[in-house]
């Protein structure tokens, strides 16, 4: 029997498309934009950049600089949505963090296959990113925010207005569905000192870590932008401000005079191949696995581009030196492990077929105290129905749509979290072709075979003789008085389509009213052939 599931989702909803090509980085391109456009910001910047290369200059050749000191970087991930795909899963971001670290850190694993005469020059950079786990009110947090908005699609300085946590405390990470065409862009030190609301790094959701939505070759994005909020040039040599030129990738005029001001990194015209012969400034050979070029085999830092990152971390110039400091990790709370504070969990699907043997995996994201926590769970109509394990998986026989709770402890403290309508199992009986619905012989949609979800607190989808197309009846999602925007969704019955030939057709009628003149409310509709699409 073939299923056809429609799930009409109402609120903020987009599905979005991307082609598979790997986008690069704009950094120098919208660097030079912005400060054509704005001459008096552009001296500004001119002159911090001037202050920020010689501290660097200075830093550098200093016999005691603080080469073996460890950096720890307070993190804040912003993922701004319309409720796609990219609402990236907190596993994703936690692999992100991952794949980050062991690139500044020279711990990854495929480091071996590296041209040989570069190895020495690979270097543990000694810095580290960390999730933050207090917000700037020193309240206990998770270090990832989600917000709702259409500028997802944008994803240029403007996503920045939604929210910004104070930049000499936080680096801010925007996750866009869009990271305005290209694969993230950030501003540079030098530009953060002087408009400090646009300092951070947004990057396309398809370029966080190595899973789900990513993978392991676009993983390089994140620690690429990295190194331009530590104030690296990309290799070839790019934007340095003053004259505000700007040099492209693998520039046909084989420009090799222009520097990245790195002293070990050899000349080059930069690659958007992995070319490990190529030697485009002469004999020496390109360093073309370097994390600044565009060759997405990049995974290297070298001794000189670390201790230029270490200096800007030295230098008052945006707050790079109060990021690490001992006072700021304690007040971001990434100095220690942090203490139990809240519950929180998430699972692998929120949707699945009865009888189709599909499992869900649910995953514990409480904040604070990691494996040293104890955990009761309880899920309703779902086998096993309680579990003391961190990640449990279950099943789901019957049809319907099911909460699921947890509380989490420490030895002193325990918090719970209940979400209703968290699990969604679709009956596997499909409905004849061709099928209708008016509601009218209906006095609750329970047993019904069609089926709501909302995280609207209070509300939920319910038959109502308020209103009808025809005859009394419909089915309202009364949402009106909602603060938050939230993505609620409405099911289907399952539809048997095995004897259909032909176009299949779907009419619908539906009414709504704006709660505000800037009410985004928006209703997209899926189809699916079965429940794993």
Known sequence: MKKTILSLLLA???????????????????????????????????????????????????????DDAEYVIPVVF?????????????????????????????????????????????????????????????????????????????????????????????LNIYIVAQAAGLAGHCVWPADADTIPEWDGIVVGYNYVGSIEQSDYTRSVALAHECGHYLNLHHIWGGNNVPGFYYLPCGDVNKDCSIDDLVADTPPTIGWQTCNLNAKSCGSSRDMVQNVMDYSYCNRVFTTGQKLRMQACLNSPIAGRNNLWSQSNRLATGTLNAAPLCAADFGSSRGVICQGDGASVVFSDLSYGSGGSNTFSWSFEGGTPAVSSQRNPTVTYAAAGTYAVSLTVGDGSNSYTITRDHFITVLPEQGAAYPLSESFEQLDSLEGSGWMGASQDPGAGWEITSAAAYTGTKSVRLANFGSLEPTSDQFYGKTTDLSGVTGPVRLTFRYAYAKSSADDKTSATIYFASDCNT
Not at 35 to 58: G, N, S, Y
Not at 138 to 147: L, T, Y
């Open 12 to 66: 903020c909803s987009l599905l979005s498309l991307f082609a598979q090509e790997l986008k690069h980085c704009g950094a120098d391109e919208l660097r030079i934009s912005a400060l054509k456009q704005m001459p008096e910001v552009a001296r500004a910047v001119i002159r911090r950049d001037e202050e920020l290369e010689a501290f660097t200059k200075k830093f550098v050749s200093a016999a005691n600089h603080k």
């Open 78 to 170: 912003h993922v701004i949505h319309n409720y796609g795909p990219e609402n990236i899963s907190n596993a994703q971001i936690l692999d992100g963090i991952d794949v980050l670290n062991k690139t500044f850190r020279k711990l990854l694993a495929d480091t071996g296959s590296l041209v040989e005469e570069f190895k020495p020059l690979h270097a543990d950079t000694k810095i580290e990113f960390r999730l933050a786990t207090k917000d700037p009110d020193g309240n206990c947090h998770s270090g990832i925010n989600r917000i709702a908005s259409a500028l997802t699609t944008k994803g240029d300085h403007s996503v920045k207005t939604l929210v910004h946590w104070p930049q000499n405390k936080y």
